[in-house]
């Protein structure tokens, strides 16, 4: 008799188009995320609606947020197989997201590292949507009720929050929501800034000569590697030691994410050959994984077609999904619901 097919577990990330994507949102992210991809059911999607928590010109978040999704496809999320799709266009995710908010506690919003961070950074506009941001991303997790949620060290934090509010939920309603655990790659899952390896790589950084983004020239990438800063030690080799050697830790944890190879091979590789032989040879490890990456998303940004049927596709999957758990949500907590 054949026996029934497991059901996959389901794997849930997005990324915010605040900046375009870098090394740091591959190797934390989406690499990840294409390496699971076979294993698991899969939802991916560009949260442009926390993008606006900050201040964007409206054009260029347009561009970034179809870029990242031709980006995603071109890492290798095959559209038929995930699903993949832009958080504006699918509604139940800003109707959840207030449901959550009115479960959220204001203590526990106030020590999210990441608010203390930004609303430091940019006193001048600590809007409400910075503040009530985990709700949203509560409900964008969810609302698929997804095994994994996984994500770079920086957002672990948020879901354990959704955790929290998963459970709190829950435990006044009944069985609503399942529970994800968090899934933090073990190389790559914190990429630092090439010229301040103490900062993580972020694709909000203005300046910009310290991050690789994934649209780069092969010769813009060669040359921020080059400059990248190495550490002001006497020993001057290829070693691992994040506490004393960040800058070097860093280009090593991004040659071993890049490469596959171990820490140990990477320090016999180089054993003798100092920073001058071992920076290039990160920038252009780098420079041949993401070429084929840059050549077919520019390839799909010029077919405007292919890419709105993948937003339509991808937000009807979605939203089919996603209204089963909101439709039960207000249910519960005792609205009239849709008629
Ligand atoms: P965001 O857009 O800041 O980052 C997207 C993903 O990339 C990871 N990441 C990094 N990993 C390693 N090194 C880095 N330098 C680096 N920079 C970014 C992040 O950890 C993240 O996994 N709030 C989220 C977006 C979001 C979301 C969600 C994620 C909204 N709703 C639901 C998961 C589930 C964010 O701002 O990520």
């Given at each position: 008799m054949d026996t029934v097919p497991e059901k996959k577990k389901v794997m849930l990330s997005g990324i915010k188009p605040t900046g375009d994507l870098t090394l740091g949102s591959y190797l934390g992210a989406v690499k990840n995320w294409v390496e699971r991809a076979e294993l698991y059911d899969n939802y991916y999607f560009m949260a442009d609606l926390h993008a606006l928590t900050t201040r964007n010109n409206p054009a260029e978040l347009r561009r970034r947020t179809l870029e990242q999704l031709a980006q995603y496809v071109a890492c290798g999320l095959a559209p038929e197989k995930n699903t993949l799709?832009?958080?504006?266009?699918?509604?139940q995710h800003a109707e959840l997201g207030w449901v959550l908010n009115c479960y959220t506690m204001f203590g526990e919003l106030s020590r999210m590292t990441q608010f203390k961070d930004k609303s430091a950074k940019n006193a001048d506009n600590i809007n409400g949507g910075l503040f009530t941001y985990p709700s949203l991303m509560a409900a964008d997790i969810l609302l698929y009720q997804p095994d994994y949620v996984p994500v770079g060290d920086d957002q672990k934090q948020h879901v354990e929050l959704t955790r929290d509010v998963a459970q709190r939920f829950n435990n006044l309603?009944?069985?609503?929501?399942k529970v994800p655990e968090p899934f933090i790659p073990k190389v790559g899952a914190r990429v630092m800034d090439l010229?301040?390896?103490?900062?993580k790589m972020s694709k909000?950084?203005?300046?910009?000569?310290?991050r690789i983004l994934l649209m780069e020239a092969p010769e813009d990438i060669m040359r921020k590697f080059k400059r990248a800063v190495t550490d002001?030690?006497?020993?001057?080799c290829v070693r691992y030691?994040?506490?004393?050697?960040p800058g070097v830790s860093n280009l090593m944890s991004i040659y071993a994410a890049v490469t596959g190879k171990s820490f140990d091979e990477i320090e016999a590789e180089f054993d003798g050959k100092g920073y001058g032989v071992f920076k290039p040879a990160v920038g252009e490890a780098v420079v041949e994984t993401l070429r084929p990456i840059r050549e077919e998303a520019a390839r799909i940004m010029k077919d405007k077609a292919y890419l709105e049927n993948l937003c339509r596709e991808g937000a009807q999957r979605a939203s089919y999904i996603a209204e089963k758990t909101l439709r039960k949500v207000y249910r519960k907590v005792g609205l009239v619901g849709r008629v």
């Open positions: 799709f832009i958080q504006s266009q699918v509604h309603y009944g069985e609503t929501f010229l301040d390896p103490r900062s909000s950084d203005e300046i910009g000569n310290g002001s030690d006497t020993e001057r030691d994040p506490e004393n050697k």
